[in-house]
């Protein structure tokens, strides 16, 4: 059974940082993506960056690009995601997800796109 475990997340001030972690398990899929998705209080589900498994292509939404950045582990099924100038907006909660992807195949940042959900890590940004 395919399973996402996202860790890293806590307590920030504006302008710091947090790494953020997703492991996958359960899967033997050589060729797949991991996004990163965040629910603010009061708004939707954002996608904020994806990483494909075969060349490493990445994808940023507009609100991350520059301060957050997306990396992997193929071996340890790990998705990073280093996120620094930390704002107070980005508070919310954090979860990964996961997707078969062709190498060629366009990446998509929308949920309809992904198929497994982690359950999600806290990230509070205040002062």
């Known amino acids: 059974q395919l399973q996402l475990v996202e860790s890293g997340g806590g307590l920030a001030q504006p302008g710091g940082s947090l790494r953020l972690s997703c492991a996958g398990s359960?899967?033997?899929?050589?060729?797949?993506?991991i996004a990163w998705f965040r629910q603010i209080p009061g708004k939707g589900r954002e996608g904020i960056s994806c990483i494909s498994s075969s060349a490493g292509a990445t994808v940023y939404a507009d609100s991350v690009r520059g301060r957050f950045t997306i990396s992997k582990d193929n071996a340890k099924k790990t998705v990073y995601l280093q996120m620094d100038n930390l704002k107070p907006e980005d508070t919310g909660v954090y979860s990964c997800?996961?997707?078969?992807?062709?190498?060629?195949?366009?990446?998509?940042?929308?949920?309809?796109?992904?198929?497994?959900w982690g359950q999600g890590t806290q990230v509070t940004v205040s002062s």
């Open positions: 359960g899967f033997t899929l050589k060729y797949y993506k």
């Open positions: 997800a996961w997707a078969p992807h062709p190498p060629a195949a366009i990446m998509r940042l929308e949920e309809y796109a992904f198929e497994s």
